[in-house]
């Protein structure tokens, strides 16, 4: 356990209520901000220190910041959801407070207490509680990071760290969260390499996939998909969530987690969720050409992709250079929409939760 606490600074001159209220009318994602963040420093001499919330504001850094110029930096990515009694939970926070450790250590960062990672939640959780969304698909999303500030130029771990989070008021990740998505299957671009940082959660992984998203994007697709670095061929992820596919004898198939591949906290829940209900969930590598001839067949009725942000978002239509398939009706399907049911309704309390994954806070 830690000995780091969070001192409350309120800030002096918050956001009227009118004006938080027109921003969360329709606030998008990731656009509308709250208040206040959390923010702790770290040195070699007095660890972490300095942790408090304080009010939403600029960071100082100097041009030769070591993470402005060699990307030693990670985040994590969480929600807060209203309750029905009017009060506020977390899902699963102990699960991102661990995977932002791993990804400190592979990016060779000193991590962040775990214990007090979840209390720098709680606490912006709380002092912001006005700015969690009232609708049922609003949450406030948490974004959790850490950057090396030590100034120097040379090739080496820093020796200084900023941990801050910042809040942000949220609506649907997709502008139909009830419809399907059109995905670009990249073969020129990879996300991450065998060896590489593709397990860790860190902006280089994300900046990597910008010029597929773009591409993507060009050809009127919402996401991209990867295929694995070595070979081209084995189905990976897409440019920010894990996918699943569903076949016509009721199971269902992930990629196996690896050293590019993020191990997603979703992608575990629907893991254990779909097992718990009877359903065979395989954990195997699967070719793009397994999933042309799957959906010609018809031996693929459902795919999907699956993350924090976006919840569980089925996949319609997979484009590329010299693909175009459908899937199934490109419609959302039963085995998505009862897996996102599941999970939506133990992330907002409104079942009984038996993993403990569900953390009310007030």
Not at 225 to 244: I, K, P, S, T, W
């Amino acid at each position: 356990m830690s000995d780091l606490t969070f001192e409350i600074e309120n800030n002096p001159s918050p956001r009227p209520d009118a004006d938080r209220v027109a921003l969360m009318a329709n606030p998008g994602f990731g656009k509308v901000f709250t208040d206040h963040m959390a923010i702790a420093r770290y040195s070699a001499d007095r660890g972490w220190h300095d942790a408090k919330i304080t009010a939403r504001a600029p960071i100082p850094l100097d041009p030769a910041a070591a993470v402005l110029h060699y990307a030693q930096e990670i985040f994590e990515g969480l929600k807060a959801y209203r309750t029905a009694d009017g009060g506020a939970a977390l899902f699963r926070p102990e699960a991102n407070a661990l995977r932002f450790r791993r990804s400190a250590e592979r990016m060779a960062m000193v991590p962040f207490p775990e214990d007090a990672f979840i209390e720098a939640q709680r606490k912006l959780v709380e002092i912001d509680r006005a700015w969690i969304p009232d609708t049922a698909d609003g949450s406030l999303y948490l974004r959790p990071f850490m950057i090396a500030n030590e100034v120097f130029l040379g090739v080496k771990p820093a020796t200084e760290y900023l941990f801050i989070t910042i809040a942000s008021a949220v609506g649907s990740y997709f502008k139909d969260p009830n419809g399907t998505v059109t995905v670009w299957l990249s073969e020129h671009y990879t996300r991450a390499a065998p060896g590489g940082t593709g397990a860790a959660k860190c902006g280089g992984n994300y900046a990597s996939s910008l010029a597929a998203q773009a591409e993507a994007a060009s050809k009127g697709c919402e996401q991209v998909v990867f295929l694995d670095a070595a070979e081209r061929r084995y189905v990976e992820e897409l440019g920010g969530m894990n996918v699943f596919f569903v076949f016509d004898d009721g199971s269902l198939l992930t990629p196996p987690l690896s050293d590019s591949i993020l191990p997603g906290i979703t992608r575990d829940s629907i893991i254990t969720l779909a097992r718990e209900v009877g359903m065979t969930v395989r954990e195997e590598l699967y070719t793009i050409d397994q999933w042309r001839a799957d959906v010609s067949s018809g031996r693929q009725t459902e795919a999907f992709a699956c993350g924090t942000a976006a919840v569980i978002t089925p996949i319609g239509r997979v484009r590329g250079r010299e693909d175009d398939f459908t899937i199934g009706d490109a419609v959302a399907g039963p085995v998505a929409r009862r897996l996102r049911t599941a999970l939506v309704d133990i992330q907002r309390g409104n079942t009984n939760d038996s993993h403990g994954w569900f953390k009310k806070l007030f």
